[in-house]
C-alpha cells in the first residue's frame, strides 16, 4: 500500500512561483508513474503533469505548459511539481498521484493519491 503525502501549498501573489512537494512511502517508488492534478471546488478534476517510470518522459496539461515542471528524485521517494508565472486561474486543490502502469490524464485510473494541498494565488 502506497502512502502520498504532498506539501508546499500556501499563498502566492500571482506571477510568483511555488514547489510543491509528494513524499511516498510503503512501496517501490522508482516503480510507479507520478503523477499531479488538480480541482477547484464544482469543477472537474484538472490533469496537471505526469512523469513516466518506463522512460523518464514527462506529460503536462495545456493549462500549465512551460510553467510548470514535474520531477522526480527516487533517492528521497519525492516528485515535485515547480509552479512558475503563477495566476489566479491555478487556485486549486492540488494532489498527487501514482500507478504502476497508467500515466494518463484521469485521476480515476491512479491506484493512489494523497489528500491534497492548497494553492491559492492572488491577482
Known amino acids: 500500500q502506497v502512502q502520498l503525502v504532498e506539501s508546499g501549498g500556501g499563498l502566492v501573489r500571482a506571477g510568483g512561483s511555488l514547489r510543491l512537494s509528494c513524499a511516498a512511502s510503503g512501496g517501490t517508488f522508482s516503480r510507479y508513474n507520478m503523477a499531479w492534478f488538480r480541482q477547484v471546488p464544482g469543477k472537474e478534476r484538472e490533469f496537471v503533469a505526469v512523469t513516466r517510470v518506463s522512460d523518464g518522459r514527462t506529460y503536462y496539461g495545456d493549462s500549465v505548459k512551460g510553467r510548470f515542471t514535474i520531477s522526480r528524485d527516487n533517492a528521497t521517494n519525492t516528485v515535485d511539481l515547480q509552479m512558475n508565472s503563477l495566476r489566479p486561474e491555478d487556485t486549486a486543490v492540488y494532489y498527487c498521484?501514482?500507478?504502476?502502469?497508467?500515466?494518463?490524464?484521469?485521476?480515476?485510473?491512479?491506484?493512489?493519491r494523497g489528500q491534497g494541498t492548497q494553492v491559492t494565488v492572488s491577482s
Open positions: 498521484a501514482a500507478d504502476r502502469s497508467y500515466f494518463g490524464n484521469y485521476l480515476g485510473n491512479y491506484n493512489y
